[in-house]
Each structure stands twice: as structure tokens, then as C-alpha cells.
């Protein structure tokens, strides 16, 4: 079965289902993006109402999601170095020596 949806309604569907995962309402993630009513979810998520990549952003930061995600193309392969950069309790100068860490371990094997 050819699947008929517009892309606006498989990123709407994508939507939903990362919001129904966090368990928020239309109304709780509206609030979350700057929207004053679910209205806007409700649009986005039927595929009625276009995502800016700016709202795209939004949505993967209170989603858990990469943007990526919304458009069906997600990244099966975890790059440990964006998680770094986004935790908020680790210092600078953590995250620099970990990504010497990590650029160290990959240079190992690369010898091998």
C-alpha cells in the first residue's frame, strides 16, 4: 500500500506521536512553543499548518527529539558528542576532556 500522507501530515504525525510519548497535551506543548492555544498543535499535527525549521527546533528540544526525527530520517547511531554538548551539569572543561577521550579511543582503533 502506497502511503498518501503529505509531508506536512507524516511530520504532523511525527509530532504527535514524540508529544503522546512525553505524555503532554496539545495545550501543554503549545504553551512550551509560545503558541496561546492548542489551535496551532492541532493544525500542525493534522498536516493543516506548515512547520518553520525554527518550531522544528522547538519541537526537538521539549520532544527529546532530533529534528531529523520529524522528517522520517532518524539517525540509528547516537553521536555521543552532541549528548555531551547538550548536558547542562558537566563543565567546559569536562566536555573538552571528554571529547579528547573520545577522539583518542577512535584514533586507538584506527590503528589497530
Do not use: H, W
Not at 505524555?23 to 500542525?44: E, H, V, Y
Not at 521539549?62 to 552532541?82: A, C, H, Q, S
Amino acid at each position: 500500500m502506497i502511503n498518501k500522507q503529505t509531508p506536512e501530515q507524516f511530520i504532523g504525525s511525527r509530532i504527535k506521536a514524540a508529544r503522546e510519548k512525553k505524555r503532554f497535551s496539545q495545550l501543554d506543548l503549545a504553551k512550551l512553543l509560545g503558541f496561546q492555544s492548542a489551535t496551532a498543535i492541532s493544525l500542525i499535527e493534522a498536516g493543516e499548518r506548515g512547520v518553520p525549521a525554527i518550531i522544528l527546533e522547538k519541537l526537538g528540544k521539549v520532544l527529546d527529539r532530533d529534528i531529523m526525527y520529524f522528517l522520517g530520517k532518524e539517525n540509528t547511531t547516537p553521536d555521543i558528542k552532541v549528548a555531551l554538548r547538550a548536558d547542562k551539569d558537566l563543565s567546559d572543561e569536562d566536555k573538552d576532556a571528554l571529547n579528547l577521550f573520545i577522539d583518542l579511543a577512535k584514533n586507538r582503533k584506527k590503528r589497530k
